[in-house]
């Protein structure tokens, strides 16, 4: 996003090295483009911004607001902590190894475009995973994923600071508790790192020899319909980025958050069930036995696409995507939201989680 100041807007030097910005117009700065102001945001463009704000008299003790992209958010207030925009950029490829590239990409890179620069430098693995919006420091955090493909099954390690003591830690991938669109930096529990720490930096291992993952609907569709069965990463690239444009809106013609719920997983026996009342519901068994649903398919089945409340809508194309017509308010999109949760409750007896954060 620009760094563009809107009138009104007031920056206040705390000291020779470090700006806080006042009454900062946060609609830039989310891919549903919802107004809000944050009362007080400082850029972190390195990691010293970071221990430079945990050190200030003021501004370390206040609550904080770490905003990436912007891509997982809805924003229904004005936010009143500090807000941490992640700006840390680099991409280098750390180490070659017999099993595995490795690579290092700052918390604010776009994610797609580390996914097409890996590519680039020869190291596939990420091609699943392309254009889903926001940042790198962001995908950790949800464990981003599409296409039969998670980034836990792509990350090394992660770095970040801890937001008390200001400490640089390296953590594995086997600490994260990486689960669907789950991981320990959105947990507060015992453990749980939300609120805690800050990821400044993410290590990626892009596994040998490549094997492509191509067991998804839509992939083999692509395969029968150019012939090509033995794809490389770069045409599975392609594929992925025609599949997401011909069913996502860009939010940058139209605000959204990408898929805004989550695809409910259900026990087998609860699956036959539906598919007793309703034959044609799109489902994934899992290896664990239980079976993921197509929560877009669901909606779909309640009759909600191309429904809205003010300025906020089911997108006509994906059932899954709530969009912004225009001047929708954050309101307005958690008052839609509530009302296909009850619909698809109310006919399938299954309850839809929402993606994004509800700020």
Request: net charge neutral; with cysteine.
């Amino acid at each position: 996003m620009p760094n563009t100041r809107d009138e009104g807007q007031r920056p206040i030097q705390t000291n020779p090295s470090l700006v806080v910005e006042e009454g900062v117009n946060l609609r830039p700065y989310n891919s549903f483009g919802l107004p809000a102001t944050a009362q007080r945001l400082v850029r972190i463009r390195h990691e010293s911004d970071l221990r430079r704000v945990i050190d200030h008299p003021e501004l370390g003790r206040a609550p904080k607001f770490v905003l990436g992209g912007g891509s997982n958010i809805v924003l229904t207030r004005d936010v009143e902590a500090l807000v941490l925009k992640m700006e840390i950029l680099g991409k280098r490829v750390v180490e070659e190894r017999e099993d595995a590239w490795i690579l290092e990409v700052g918390a604010g890179e776009t994610w797609h475009e580390v996914v097409r620069w890996s590519l680039e430098q020869g190291c596939p693995g990420l091609e699943n995973l392309a254009l889903i919006p926001g940042t790198a420091g962001a995908a950790p955090v949800q464990n981003i994923g599409a296409y039969g493909v998670e980034i836990k099954d792509r990350i090394e390690a992660v770095e970040v600071i801890d937001l008390i003591t200001g400490r640089p830690v390296r953590l594995p991938a086997s600490v994260l508790a990486f689960g669907y669109r789950d991981s320990v930096f959105k947990q507060s529990g015992f453990g749980g790192l939300a609120g805690k720490s800050v990821i400044t930096r993410v290590l990626l291992r892009c596994p040998k020899p490549w094997i492509p993952q191509l067991g998804y609907l839509d992939l083999e569709r692509k395969m029968a319909e150019t012939g090509i069965t033995a794809p490389d990463a770069k045409q599975i690239f392609d594929w992925v980025c025609q599949i997401r444009q011909a069913k996502l809106p860009d939010p940058r013609q139209i605000g959204n958050a990408g898929s805004f719920f989550k695809n409910p997983v259900v026990s087998e026996e609860q699956c036959r069930d539906i598919i007793g009342r309703d034959p044609g519901i799109v489902h994934y068994p899992m290896p664990d036995g239980t079976v993921k649903l197509a929560a877009g398919w669901l909606i779909d089945a309640c009759g909600w696409k191309g429904k809205s409340v003010g300025g906020a809508a089911v997108y006509e194309r994906q059932a899954l995507v709530l969009v912004n017509r225009g001047e929708a308010r954050g309101a307005e999109v958690v008052t839609l939201a509530r009302a296909i949760q009850e619909s698809v409750y109310g006919r399938f007896g299954i309850r839809l989680e929402p993606e994004p954060v509800i700020v």
